[in-house]
């Protein structure tokens, strides 16, 4: 089945730094890869959308600035949180579409702790 | 824009007891309603999903319901396992359309040995 590969599973940032997590569909083609985001004991909410070749919509509330969206090629988005602050620890997973009506892939997620 | 209110929060049940989780939307365009299972720290596994062109669909253990008229969904497990215990979330979208997957807030079933 269709897998989705997410890169790193686990991060520890000090605040102010950026990280980056890829977030790869790794045996089929994904124009579209969704971000999430979910905090302890919570849903999990949207961020933004990515198309190949075209800028993230984000979500209402989403800072574009802060969370930069790159999807360069059909196999491979990334979400750099950038300036990171404790408040910005959460769980952050990815998830590709691979064509319209069909079921949405996650991948695996990254925990994310800004001390 | 979509919202989806999931209810109980909470759900705990014994071992072979069925368990319900309710779901409702508000965009009457959603057609496509899956359901999660997620572990702790673990991704969302997609257990059940339907369309809007079908009332019910059964797999084994787990069955989901759709009312369109009332915009409601519904995940039924029957004979409960302790290794059913998990958060589950049910969303809803517009395939076809955006494709963005709208959650609910979990309910988090303990199956009880």
């Known amino acids: 089945g269709a897998v989705v590969s997410q890169h790193p599973s686990r991060v520890i940032c000090k605040s102010g730094t950026s990280v980056k997590i890829e977030c790869r569909s790794l045996?089929?083609?994904?124009?579209?890869m969704f971000w999430y985001r979910q905090f302890p004991k919570q849903s999990l909410m949207l961020m933004a959308t990515?198309?190949?070749?075209?800028?993230?919509?984000?979500e209402q509330g989403v800072e574009k600035d802060k969370f930069l969206i790159n999807h360069a090629s059909l196999t491979l988005s990334t979400l750099t949180v950038t300036s990171a602050h404790p408040e910005d620890s959460s769980f952050y997973i990815c998830?590709?579409?691979?064509?319209?009506?069909?079921?949405?892939?996650f991948g695996n997620g990254t925990r994310l702790t800004v001390t | 824009g979509e919202n989806v209110e999931q209810h109980p929060s909470t759900l705990s049940v014994q071992e072979g007891d069925s368990a319900v989780i309710k779901c409702t939307y508000s965009?009457?365009?959603?057609?496509?309603f899956p359901w999660y299972k997620q572990e702790l720290g673990k991704r969302p596994q997609l257990i059940i999903d339907?369309?809007?062109?079908?009332g019910e669909k059964k797999d084994q253990r787990i069955a989901v319901t759709l009312n369109k008229t009332a915009k409601h969904f519904s995940l039924h497990i029957t004979e409960t396992q302790p290794e059913d215990s998990a958060v589950y979330f049910c969303?809803?979208?517009?395939?076809?359309?955006?494709?963005?997957?709208?959650f609910g807030k979990g309910t988090k079933l303990t199956v009880n040995p």
């Open positions: 998830s590709a579409l691979l064509r319209l009506n069909s079921p949405l892939h």
């Open positions: 045996d089929f083609q994904a124009t579209t």
């Open positions: 990515s198309n190949e070749g075209s800028k993230a919509t984000y």
């Open positions: 965009d009457s365009a959603s057609n496509y």
């Open positions: 339907i369309r809007s062109n079908v």
């Open positions: 969303a809803a979208t517009t395939q076809g359309g955006s494709e963005k997957l709208v």
